[in-house]
């Protein structure tokens, strides 16, 4: 089976520039999750879905960031407008409600914005 | 402060030596707790539950202390292959699906 799809894998960009993320989760999967990891804070959450509602967009940094979850297939993660300090690998995850914990993460997309 | 405080090593361990990584949790209403698993530019992977009991997994042992809100992970007769980045978590103070990450601890295990 196919795992957790993310593109693009690698991402570099200008300041300013709009980046779009994103994000095909495991069929079935009822949640997905939006991460960020970055050396110095490590892996961070931003935002999750349940059944494709957003349910927690705590962690999402400031109005530059918005999620999207149009369908129980495709999720978008979008930066606009980019800045450098946004450079990070920014993972997708999803999972299953009655597995709470095993979340099953995508390969990861690298942005750098210049 | 972060939720999931981690010793980040890195921890150089020759191989068949036992290991041990500990890690303190904020959040005293956490209820889940897991180890990942991190290998070099590749994305995290369960490695197993962490339960109230203690639990173990072949070479790997994991044990929960909630008095002092840590967790352990050991791992016995290290392999080269166990060399990785390992993520401590806990879920988030008011939803289980939430799961806050340690930022991680490296181990390198050399010949």
């Known amino acids: 089976d196919a795992g957790v799809i993310q593109s693009p894998r690698h991402e570099v960009t200008e300041m300013g520039q709009e980046v779009t993320l994103r994000c095909k989760p495991i069929?079935?999967?009822?949640?997905l999750f939006w991460y960020r990891q970055t050396m110095m804070r490590g892996l961070e959450l931003l935002i999750y879905?349940?059944?494709?509602?957003?349910?927690?967009d705590s962690g999402m940094p400031e109005d530059r960031f918005s999620a999207k979850m149009p369908n129980a297939s495709f999720s978008t993660l979008k930066i606009q407008p980019s800045e450098p300090r946004d450079s990070a690998v920014y993972f997708c995850?999803?999972?299953?409600?009655?597995?709470?914990?095993?979340?099953?993460f995508g390969e990861g997309s690298r942005l750098t914005v210049l | 402060r972060k939720e999931v405080e981690q010793d980040p090593g890195p921890f150089n361990v020759p191989e068949g030596a036992t290991v041990a990584f500990n890690c303190t949790y904020s959040?005293?209403?956490?209820?889940?707790f897991f180890w990942y698993r991190q290998d070099c530019r590749k994305e995290p992977k369960l490695l197993m539950s962490?339960?109230?009991s203690g639990n173990e997994d072949g070479r790997f042992t994991a044990q929960l202390n909630r008095a002092s809100q840590y967790i352990s992970l050991l791992i016995r007769d290290s392999k080269l292959s166990d060399s990785a980045t390992y993520l401590c978590?806990?879920?988030?103070?008011?939803?289980?699906?939430?799961?806050?990450f340690g930022k991680g601890t490296s181990l390198l295990v050399t010949p």
């Open positions: 995850a999803s999972s299953f409600l009655v597995r709470v914990g095993e979340l099953f």
């Open positions: 069929s079935g999967h009822d949640y």
């Open positions: 879905f349940n059944n494709n509602v957003p349910i927690d």
């Open positions: 959040n005293s209403a956490s209820q889940s």
């Open positions: 962490v339960y109230s």
């Open positions: 978590v806990a879920d988030g103070p008011n939803s289980g699906y939430a799961l806050n």
